[in-house]
């Protein structure tokens, strides 16, 4: 394992070499960061076990965990302790990451008592951090809500733990048979654990994403039901084939390390989750998405949902980094409120994880909907100017592509041996 964690680290940082400067530098600098990035894997796997099972890391969590401490100490082995930890590690990396782009956006800038305009005009606050509401949910369990509003780079960012319990609806359940779930009793005591996150940028040159992953448990007569969803997908406004290509791969070699069949298997269920069937489009381009994974094993699946989770960083934040000081105007500004309007529709009509929410019982419905953007727009009968790069960006949406071109590489290998 620390042998995956170490490639993982030394694809990233070829990645982000050649998008920026890395390239550029001297060949002992760069084989210093492949070194230094060996250790750091090096020194994690000696902290965790021989089963590479999460740790319990007080200090680095953006709030205290909802269960308490010394349950989780009492329970490592749970694979319920195992999530939630997993799942307060990856909320605690995710939000720094993005903290430290708001704070290097702001180095060498005006204070705001610098600027001269108008006291109606809006100004990025140059303070900018993460808001954390840590709440608790009376029919059992809770959740952590980290929400970052008004920067210079994230105009809205949203990462959301829960860890829940109680008993599921009616309605929930009938969702859960309808997707070839068998439960018999219409009322079932259950465990949910997940981390969702949304992050809508400033710049309509840096893309909005979307991850989440989670662990369900369901107790029927048959005993203990469990599984594994989630997924991490890309929406942007202006198509950057580059991006994507890169987005795509980093996937790619998270799902590797434990099945080859796992991304395209996975990539076009994203492409067919995240459509809006009434426009005929995507949302984005795509990603990765599954459910009811409950297989090869427990544990193994664990690891897989784990590999993603930690492909999050890598696979956004160099674009982010790349496009975040682009220039950009008025048209491209109304371009992505327009879009953003289309990312409403789809997770109030659509998006399964939304209405599972809305069915909760004691549902808190401001973390289910933080996934909305601060600003959006629906233009009536809004129309993209043809040869446009919003009408390229269109060409993309309405017909997925094969970014990694895996599809041409079958087809030529099937061909040969033909």
Same mark, same amino acid.
């Given at each position: 394992?620390?042998?995956?964690?170490?490639?993982?680290?030394?694809?990233?940082?070829?990645?982000?070499?050649?998008?920026?400067?890395?390239?550029?530098?001297?060949?002992?600098?760069?084989? /210093?960061?492949?070194?230094?990035?060996?250790?750091?894997?090096?020194?994690?796997?000696?902290?965790?076990?021989?089963?590479?099972?999460?740790?319990?890391?007080?200090?680095?969590?953006?709030?205290?965990?909802?269960?308490?401490?010394?349950?989780?100490?009492?329970?490592?082995?749970?694979?319920?302790?195992?999530?939630?930890?997993?799942?307060?590690?990856?909320?605690?990396?995710?939000?720094? /990451?993005?903290?430290?782009?708001? &704070?290097?956006?702001?180095?060498?800038?005006?204070?705001?008592?610098?600027?001269?305009?108008?006291?109606?005009?809006?100004?990025?606050?140059? &303070?900018?951090?993460?808001?954390?509401?840590r709440w608790m949910r009376k029919e059992g369990g809770g959740g952590i809500t980290c929400v970052l509003q008004d920067g210079r780079v994230f105009e809205k960012a949203g990462v959301n733990i829960s860890v829940v319990s109680g008993k599921?609806?009616? /309605?929930?359940?009938?969702?859960?048979?309808?997707?070839?779930?068998?439960?018999?009793?219409?009322?079932?005591?259950?465990? !949910?654990?997940?981390?969702? !996150?949304?992050?809508?940028?400033?710049?309509?040159?840096?893309?909005?994403?979307?991850?989440?992953?989670?662990?369900?448990?369901?107790?029927?007569?048959?005993?203990?039901?469990?599984?594994?969803?989630?997924?991490?997908?890309?929406?942007?406004?202006?198509?950057?084939?580059?991006?994507?290509?890169?987005?795509?791969?980093?996937?790619?070699?998270?799902?590797?390390?434990?099945?080859?069949?796992?991304?395209p298997k996975f990539k076009k269920w994203c492409d067919d989750y995240f459509s809006i069937p009434h426009r005929g489009e995507r949302r984005g381009v795509g990603g990765i998405f599954f459910d009811d994974v409950d297989y090869p094993s427990?544990?193994?699946?664990?690891?897989?949902?784990?590999?993603?989770?930690? /492909?999050?960083?890598?696979?956004?934040?160099?674009?982010?980094?790349?496009?975040?000081?682009?220039?950009?105007?008025?048209?491209?500004?109304?371009?992505?409120?327009?879009?953003?309007?289309?990312?409403?529709?789809?997770?109030?009509?659509?998006?399964?994880?939304?209405?599972?929410?809305?069915?909760?019982?004691? !549902?808190?419905?401001?973390?289910?909907?933080?996934?909305?953007?601060?600003?959006?727009?629906?233009?009536?009968?809004?129309?993209?100017?043809?040869?446009?790069?919003?009408?390229?960006?269109?060409?993309?949406?309405?017909?997925?592509?094969?970014?990694?071109?895996?599809?041409?590489?079958?087809?030529?290998?099937?061909?040969?041996?033909?």
């Amino acid at each position: 394992m620390t042998l995956k964690v170490i490639v993982r680290s030394i694809r990233t940082l070829s990645y982000v070499g050649g998008y920026k400067k890395i390239k550029d530098r001297p060949i002992k600098l760069y084989c /210093a960061a492949l070194v230094g990035a060996g250790y750091m894997a090096y020194n994690q796997h000696k902290k965790n076990t021989a089963e590479m099972k999460e740790i319990i890391q007080l200090s680095n969590y953006m709030a205290e965990p909802i269960t308490p401490v010394d349950q989780l100490e009492k329970n490592r082995d749970d694979m319920k302790t195992q999530m939630e930890l997993l799942i307060m590690r990856i909320q605690a990396e995710f939000c720094r /990451a993005l903290e430290k782009e708001e &704070d290097e956006a702001w180095k060498d800038e005006k204070t705001v008592d610098e600027y001269d305009f108008d006291n109606d005009i809006y100004l990025p606050h140059p &303070d900018a951090k993460f808001k954390v509401d840590r709440w608790m949910r009376k029919e059992g369990g809770g959740g952590i809500t980290c929400v970052l509003q008004d920067g210079r780079v994230f105009e809205k960012a949203g990462v959301n733990i829960s860890v829940v319990s109680g008993k599921l609806p009616p /309605a929930a359940v009938q969702q859960m048979r309808s997707r070839g779930k068998k439960l018999e009793n219409s009322e079932l005591p259950f465990f !949910a654990a997940g981390v969702s !996150a949304v992050i809508h940028p400033r710049n309509p040159m840096v893309p909005t994403i979307h991850f989440n992953y989670r662990y369900f448990e369901v107790q029927d007569k048959d005993g203990v039901q469990w599984w594994f969803g989630g997924g991490t997908d890309l929406t942007p406004y202006y198509l950057d084939e580059q991006d994507a290509q890169h987005f795509h791969l980093t996937l790619k070699h998270a799902c590797d390390e434990h099945d080859t069949a796992y991304y395209p298997k996975f990539k076009k269920w994203c492409d067919d989750y995240f459509s809006i069937p009434h426009r005929g489009e995507r949302r984005g381009v795509g990603g990765i998405f599954f459910d009811d994974v409950d297989y090869p094993s427990q544990q193994e699946a664990f690891k897989f949902v784990t590999s993603c989770a930690e /492909a999050v960083v890598p696979s956004y934040i160099p674009i982010v980094k790349k496009h975040k000081d682009a220039a950009y105007g008025y048209y491209e500004r109304q371009w992505q409120l327009v879009r953003r309007g289309r990312y409403v529709e789809f997770n109030l009509i659509y998006d399964r994880g939304t209405k599972f929410g809305l069915h909760t019982p004691d !549902a808190r419905y401001e973390s289910i909907l933080m996934s909305l953007p601060l600003n959006a727009k629906w233009e009536y009968m809004h129309e993209i100017k043809p040869n446009s790069p919003e009408a390229e960006l269109m060409k993309v949406l309405k017909q997925p592509r094969d970014w990694l071109n895996i599809e041409k590489g079958q087809s030529q290998a099937q061909r040969s041996t033909a």
